[in-house]
C-alpha cells in the first residue's frame, strides 16, 4: 500500500516532506511500494515527533533518525503534480509504519485521511494513536467502527472481509459462494490508496449497479463516460452536505451489525458537466479481488491501520460531521 494523493505525514511531521538524493556510496533499501520507485533518503530534520494532542504541531525530535532510505518516485509519473514521491505504508519491517513504530516506540498503527482536494487541501497522515482532532475539535478516533484487518497471501495488500453489500438498506443479490474458498460467505475486499476508484470483479459490478439504478429511481441514465459504466442525468439529482442525493451503499462487514456506510459523495462522481456517474469501476472477469476499494471511496474517512490489533477502523463521511481531512490545525508549522 502506497499513498498517491497529497498528504502531510504526521509523526513526520511536514506540510511537504521532502526527500534527498542518496549518494553513491550510501546503500538503498526500497520499502514496499507501489508504482515506479527509485531510491532517496528522508532527511533527520524533517522526522518529527507527534506531542500529546495531533491536533497541534508537535516540536521537532532531535534523537537518532529512523532508517532514512524510503522509496519515492523519480519523475512520478500518473501521480499529482504536486506529488514528491511515495511513502511506503505496508506491513513489512521496512515499511515507513514499522520504521517509525520501532524508533519511537509506539504500537505500529496508522491512520490516512484523505482530502477531497483543492488548493492548500492535502489529507494527513498519523503514525502512531490517537486522539485524531480536527476542527472544530472534534475526536474522530471516538467514532471509529472495527473489522478484522489481515494481508493478501503473496501480495502483502491489506484486506477485509465482506458479508454482502446494501443499497437504501436492502440487500444486493450476490452470489457470495464464487468469492468464498471457505464457504463462509464472505468477499474479500483489498484496500488500495493507489486504485482512484473502487473497482468490482465484473458479475459483482453488473449486479450491483443495476440494482442501484432501480433504488435511484426517476432519475434518468445517460451515456456513460469512461471509466464509469453507470451514469445519470446530473439536472435530476440534487445535492446534501455528503454530495449526491442518492441511496447509501454499506459495505456489510463480518460483524453483520456493522457497516462502511458510502454516501453520494464518496459513490458519484461528475464525470463531466450535466453526468453524474456511479463513482465504482467493472474490475473485470479477472479482478485480482473480488472488491479493491480505492481512494475515491475512501477521501474524507478517517481509516486506521491497527497492525498490532490486526484490525481496521474507520469513521464514513467526515462530511456528515460537519468536519473534512482538510481540518487539522497547521496553522503554526514553522
Not at 61 to 79: E, M, N, Q, T, W
Not at 95 to 114: D, I
Not at 238 to 248: K, Q, S
Request: proline share 10%; hydrophobic share 35%; charged share 15%.
Amino acid at each position: 500500500m502506497g499513498l498517491r494523493e497529497p498528504v502531510s505525514l504526521i509523526n513526520i511531521q511536514s506540510p511537504a516532506l521532502p526527500l534527498d538524493p542518496v549518494r553513491p556510496s550510501q546503500r538503498t533499501l526500497l520499502p514496499h511500494v507501489f508504482g515506479p520507485a527509485g531510491p532517496a533518503r528522508l532527511p533527520q530534520q524533517h522526522v518529527r515527533r507527534l506531542g500529546h494532542e495531533p491536533s497541534h504541531p508537535p516540536g521537532r525530535h532531535r534523537g537518532a533518525s529512523p532508517r532514512r532510505d524510503l522509496g519515492p518516485v523519480h519523475g512520478p509519473r500518473g501521480f499529482p503534480r504536486i506529488a514528491q514521491g511515495v511513502a511506503g505504508l505496508g506491513h513489512t519491517s521496512v515499511a515507513l509504519p514499522s520504521q517509525l513504530a520501532s524508533h519511537f516506540g509506539f504500537q505500529p498503527r496508522f491512520a490516512t485521511c484523505l482530502s477531497r482536494g483543492g488548493a492548500g487541501k492535502g489529507g494527513v497522515v498519523f503514525f502512531g494513536g490517537g486522539p485524531y482532532i480536527l476542527l472544530p475539535g472534534i475526536d474522530v478516533s471516538r467514532q471509529l467502527t472495527y473489522t478484522p484487518l489481515t494481508v493478501t497471501p503473496g501480495g502483502g495488500e491489506y484486506l477485509i472481509n465482506l458479508r454482502g453489500v446494501r443499497v437504501n438498506n436492502k440487500l444486493v443479490p450476490l452470489n457470495t459462494t464464487l468469492f468464498s474458498p471457505s464457504k463462509r460467505g464472505l468477499i474479500g475486499a483489498v484496500i488500495s490508496t493507489t486504485s482512484p476508484y473502487t473497482a468490482l470483479e465484473h458479475s459483482i459490478y453488473s449486479v450491483f449497479a443495476n440494482f442501484f439504478t432501480k433504488e435511484l429511481s426517476g432519475v434518468p441514465q445517460v451515456k456513460a463516460v469512461a471509466p464509469f459504466g453507470t451514469c445519470f442525468d446530473s439536472k435530476r439529482i440534487t445535492n446534501t452536505r455528503v454530495g449526491p442525493a442518492v441511496p447509501p451503499v454499506d459495505l456489510v462487514l463480518v460483524n453483520e451489525s456493522a457497516k462502511w456506510r458510502i454516501f453520494g459523495a464518496n459513490s458519484m462522481v461528475e464525470a463531466r458537466p450535466g453526468v453524474t456517474c456511479l463513482a465504482f469501476v467493472d474490475g473485470g472477469v479477472r479482478a485480482r479481488a473480488p472488491v479493491v476499494i480505492g481512494s475515491y471511496q475512501l477521501e474524507e474517512n478517517l481509516v486506521q491501520f491497527d497492525l498490532a490489533k490486526s484490525r481496521l477502523g474507520f469513521t464514513s463521511s467526515l462530511l456528515f460531521k460537519r468536519t473534512s481531512c482538510a481540518n487539522f490545525n497547521f496553522s503554526s508549522i514553522p
